[in-house]
């Protein structure tokens, strides 16, 4: 097994633990050159992950490459064997990042049945009142 492709094993095996969707893009042939090597979702979360080996370094492409997925609000890692653990740290990021989507989705509910509330209460009293 090469060297690249032991660091890719260790992201998989962090994605799988995590339960993330990912896939290995097709760069040959209608695929786009230059894309990173694992490409997944998780927690509605899109992030990319580019492995090296060593002190492998990313192309010129790869670099424009990861520059658009920011661009385009998504997450891109460049990973060896050093910094593997930035795929777990980023996971659970995204996973304190769902936690507060979902607590403000849940107050939001919350402050906007409380205005609906008042407001029904707040028409009651002037119908009351115009009698």
């Known amino acids: 097994m090469t ?3 032991k660091v890719k094993t260790k992201v998989v095996a962090i994605l799988k633990e995590f339960g993330a969707y ?7 042939g209608y695929g786009a050159s230059g894309v ?5 979702c ?6 990319a992950v580019e492995c090296k080996a060593g002190k492998g370094k990313t ?9 658009n997925i920011y661009a385009a609000g998504g997450t891109a890692l460049v990973v060896n064997e050093d910094n593997i653990d930035d795929v777990r740290n980023l996971l659970v990021c995204m996973n304190s990042v769902e936690f507060e989507r979902a607590w403000l ?4 509910q919350d402050t906007t049945k409380e205005l609906i509330e008042a407001r029904r209460l707040t ?9």
């Open 105 to 108: 989705e849940t107050t939001v």
């Open 42 to 47: 998780y927690k509605g979360n899109f992030f």
């Open 36 to 40: 990173p090597d694992i490409v997944g």
């Open 3 to 5: 060297p690249e492709k």
């Open 22 to 28: 990912y896939f290995y893009p097709v760069t040959g």
């Open 59 to 67: 192309t010129a492409l790869q670099e424009k490459n990861i520059a």
């Open 123 to 131: 028409n009651e009293v002037i119908a009351r009142s115009s009698k």
